[in-house]
């Protein structure tokens, strides 16, 4: 983006001092970001992020500030009360100078911008079990932290994000179109999931009878989405709060699992890489529910491993269901990529079905 237009932005925000050094963060998939430095008097410097929003996945951007502006004043208050740093411990949210947090450009952009976080780190991988817990302990946290929040009160950012059925609707919608011909050349992984189908809409019926409360959830749980202390190595943000909205908690649960306690990426062609580490799973179960395990009902204890797996099963169904779309919605790098995707996925279901009990038993002795 040209250096003129950026300032421009720039210029609309409350930043403290001058702005010496703008700087492209390239790891999101999904929003433009930067990273710009400011210069304060006595040669002190001052870092913040500012973001556009990708407006083909967010529709409505001044929803999606309502939500953060929302839950991330919850939680600042709550840390204030308790004695938390409410500058480090929650994203902070920079106003505009006309008041407000989001800016309109001439170009018909969103931009909006946050404190950043000194001396921490968010990281893609982890194989280390104590760092894992610890991002169960963040995300438990930011679930208890929201507990109290009526989350009715917020935007559906997405329609129907987690809704698995609908998914799998949309799925067979795009199967019976099959508009690039691909559906031959998939029917084993489809029949995986056919044979699944019954399963699919649990949840969302537990939800539907009151029996699964209707939580705040964040819907994007990567480990990468938490900020760990560079000094005490605990979890102490969570990032990225655009799909913040009302939603089933266990999937937050499960996405982590899903993404964080797989021994290889998302995309590994190499199925025989993709197992669930059972180590991890235990870790980030022990954090989560050591923080959680007092909010979740029953139902929801009993149901947090089966949420696992349809959370990944959801994936499965969205990455199988974008390739034989002919590849419209996720990003790819290579012509079976999204094929790949949904091969680990399946894997991992496997995986959740062949260690269902003891996964269970892990839940039961750390919900104690
Ligand atoms: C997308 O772009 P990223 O990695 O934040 C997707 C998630 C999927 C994930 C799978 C808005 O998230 O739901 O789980 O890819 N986000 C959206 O890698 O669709
Ligand atoms: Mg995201």
Redo the contacts with the bound molecule.
Sequence with gaps: MQQEKLHNVIDAFCFDGECVNIKPITQ???NATYCLTFELKGNQTKRYILQSINTN?FHNPQQLMYNVEKITSHIKAKLIKRGGNPQREVLNIIPLKQGGSLYHDTDNRYWRAYLYIEDATAFDQITDSILFERCGKAFGKFQKQLSDFDANSLYEI?EG?HNTPRRYQHFCDIMRDDPVNRVNDVITEIQFIKEREKELSVIMDLMKNGSIPVRVTH??T?LNNIMMDNQTGEGICVL?LD?VMPGCGLFDFG?SIR?GASTAS?DEPDLSKVMLDMTLFKAYTKGFLSETKEILNKTEIKHLVFATKIITLE?AI?FLGDYINGDT??RIERPQHNLD?ARTQIQLVKEMEAHFDEMQQIVADYAK
């Design positions: 999101g998939y999904i996945i997405i994000f819907n994007d990567k990225d799909t996405d993404n998302e994936q969205r919605y996720y995707r």
